[in-house]
């Protein structure tokens, strides 16, 4: 099948080379080993450090708020089905193809992601669905500009094939392939731009080339996407012009 592997053995992290849709990349079950006891760690420092502070006085009240969501055992209110961006569309991914986290309280939001299927937008989602696929994104722009959400920017999405990056990031996959320049729509680069500014404006992410980037900027990652053929300085235009009107 052209598009999104389903190729078991890359689940396992073997080959997936080129620009589809990558378990191997995007990090799979691998990316999970340990990510727990990391971040209960990390938190039980946190919440150490603020109990401490408070006994002489040093933290501020709304600094002890925020340490407050890195206390173990505390999560954001979530309600089912919700989207943080108006008018997606919700259909959730696996549950094995993310992390559960409250960003951006544990972990800071300051970049966007770019991706290209590879696939079809019907391919992309069910994928997405699949727990062997070990990867999946926050959002998939389809076309003719339909926005689906699967993950929530609350958490962490195995997109980037890097855990820093997928920590610090919110992933936006887009229907098509790098190779065929038709697949980008004006109708898809004008939805994703106001995904995107909104997604900028959410977390104070400055709308540049060093916030927003494509796959293929990701350190360690063997992808393309999104391609030559995505019109970086058209995207950007639009980005801004859509920030500006949001502000």
Known sequence: MRGVSHNPSRVRGRGNRGGRVSVDDHMGATEGSGDADRRIGRRALLIGGAAAAVGTAVL???ELARLWWRAPGVEKPRVEGAVDF??????????ANWRRADRPDDYGIDMVIIHVTQGSFASAVKVFQDPGHGAAAHYVVRKDGHITQMI??????????????NERSVGIEHEGFVDRPEDFTDAMYAASA????????RYAIPVDREHI???????????T?????WDW???????????SASA
Do not use: F, K
């Open 60 to 62: 501020a009240r709304d």
């Open 86 to 95: 108006g008018g997606a569309q919700w259909v959730a991914a696996s549950d």
């Open 152 to 165: 929530r920017e609350l958490d962490v999405a195995y997109h980037a094939g890097n855990r820093a990056y």
């Open 194 to 201: 106001r995904l995107t500014a909104r997604i900028c404006a």
């Open 213 to 223: 980037i494509g796959h293929v900027e990701v350190p360690g990652t063997d992808h």
């Open 225 to 229: 996407d999104p391609g030559e053929h």
């Open 233 to 243: 300085d058209r995207y950007m235009r639009l980005v801004r012009r859509a920030r």
